[in-house]
């Protein structure tokens, strides 16, 4: 079975569970929050961007510590696992601080990337508001 750290969105790309780091990132969203349809699609893209950027650094990461095997295999499996604890489209806003997040979880340490006990960037706490 392969291990794989993400360390923000969330879960080890190799398992399933809602672990805390991942439950720090979402959050639920306000009961008297109505977004229109269109702010609701661009929240659930803002979801899938996310997923894609902490993948694609903790698949960056990997290769550089040794994994080995295509990028994209490790792109594919640590997306799917992710979505089977996050559900983009139940995100109905994100955070003043996603595009700060965003940033951060780019620029992350590649150390702090693979340790499974680190925290999230502090920015990303909350950044994902769901329904």
């Not at 349809?37 to 903790?58: D, I, L, M, N």
């Not at 979880?105 to 499974?116: G, I, Y």
Request: hydrophobic share 45%; glycine share 6%.
């Amino acid at each position: 079975m392969k291990r794989f750290a993400l360390f923000l969105v969330l879960v080890g790309c190799g398992g399933g569970d809602k672990t805390p780091a991942m439950m720090a990132a979402q959050t639920p969203a306000p009961a008297n929050m109505y977004p229109s349809q269109a702010q609701q699609a661009a929240a659930a893209a803002k979801c899938e961007t996310y997923v894609a950027v902490a993948c694609g650094h903790s698949a960056d990461c990997a290769i550089g510590a040794g994994w080995q095997g295509p990028r994209s295999e490790f792109m594919a499996d640590c997306i799917s696992s992710i979505k089977t604890a996050l559900d983009c489209g139940a995100v109905v806003a994100v955070s003043e601080s996603y595009d700060r997040c965003i940033r951060d979880v780019s620029e992350q340490s590649c150390a702090l990337v693979l340790d499974p006990d680190a925290p999230p960037p502090a920015s990303c706490n909350a950044v994902l508001l769901v329904r």
